[in-house]
């Protein structure tokens, strides 16, 4: 079985596209993946989209965090003739907002299950490849993999994970991802 763990960062932000109807023009910065296959990350700026495709359509299955609201929307002008949504995917967030009925932060889950917190955010991440400083692009998206892997790989070792409510309780929910 080989899981690959990814996340994407985009070159703009959804003002700069006049809006979240067209997350379609934010256009791929950098993209990093993890795989139990390779026990290492790759990463792939927007030249490099084939081959990111195609390891995410080669692994078993893909595990994110806003994957199909986010990753792949941004991904799918690249590879039109393929619905990347058709790709074997546990997006974490979609499964908690199923269980939960309302969206938790991958910061807030980290931070409760790992007691690790997020290095920066999306903005940030713009920010810097706006300036050139594509090394920080592509750590703050590996970082935000190894912590998406991780929180998966507490769910799944725990059958359950942690989350910090908006008053900042502590709460538990159960998972199933194996």
């Known amino acids: 079985m080989n899981l690959v763990f990814f996340d994407l960062e985009s070159q703009n932000l959804f003002d700069d596209v006049g809006g979240r109807e067209n997350i379609d023009k934010l256009r791929v910065a950098c993209g990093v993946t993890w795989s139990t296959q390779k026990n ?7 030249k ?3 081959a990111l495709i195609d390891e995410l359509r080669s692994a078993t299955r893909v595990v994110g965090f806003n994957l199909r609201g986010f990753d792949y ?3 799918q002008p690249y590879a039109p003739e393929l619905r990347v949504a058709s790709i074997p995917t546990l997006d974490m967030l979609l499964e908690l907002q199923k269980i939960l009925g309302f969206r938790v932060s991958l910061d807030s889950i980290a931070s409760a299950s790992l007691g690790a917190a997020k ?3 999306g903005i940030k ?4 490849f706006r300036a050139g400083e ?8 590996k970082a935000d993999v190894d912590i998406t892997r991780r929180v998966y790989e507490f769910g799944r070792d725990n059958g359950h994970i942690f989350y ?4 900042g309780s502590k709460l538990k929910v159960d998972v199933k991802w194996k």
């Open 73 to 75: 929307l941004v991904l």
């Open 125 to 128: 991440s713009v920010e810097w």
């Open 48 to 50: 490099d989209v084939p």
């Open 40 to 46: 290492d990350f790759s990463v792939y700026w927007e």
């Open 134 to 141: 594509l090394d920080k692009v592509a750590e703050y998206c």
């Open 164 to 167: 910090k409510s908006r008053l």
């Open 119 to 121: 290095t920066a955010d």
